[in-house]
Nanobody, 121 residues
Framework: VQLQACGGGLVQAGGSLRLSCAAS????????MGWYRQAPGKERELVAD???????NYAEFVKGRFTISRDNAKNTVYLQMNSLKPEDTAVYYC????????????????WGQGTLVTVSS
């Protein structure tokens, strides 16, 4: 299972970006998909995640500004980021809890390569 994230870039404070992450490969099923971020000198932290049934979970620092969604048919998760702040600057990673067809009974976490979001003040 491979994850490919895209959509990062440079934006001014108050602006918006939309990240997307598509899972591909020998997929049997995907449970939770989500986004984490890691700022320079800081630990990786959860931003938001979403179950296959579209139940969502957000970190407090993005509530009301970010929206996570997914398209199960496309094995893709999205993160709409509005009202961006300089402190949102980080590398954003997507993650999927998935099982491959060869080991359909085993759920594992698969990570994308990360996409850089830079918010200027």
């Amino acid at each position: 299972v491979q994850l490919q994230a895209c959509g990062g870039g440079l934006v001014q404070a108050g602006g918006s970006l939309r990240l997307s992450c598509a899972a591909s490969g020998d997929i049997f099923s995907i449970n939770v998909m989500g986004w984490y971020r890691q700022a320079p000198g800081k630990e990786r932290e959860l931003v938001a995640d979403i179950t296959s049934g579209s139940r969502t979970n957000y970190a407090e620092f993005v509530k009301g500004r970010f929206t996570i969604s997914r398209d199960n048919a496309k094995n893709t998760v999205y993160l709409q980021m509005n009202s961006l702040k300089p402190e949102d600057t980080a590398v954003y990673y997507c993650v999927a809890e998935a099982a491959s067809k060869g080991t359909w009974w085993a759920m594992n976490d698969y990570w994308g390569q990360g996409t850089l979001v830079t918010v200027s003040s």
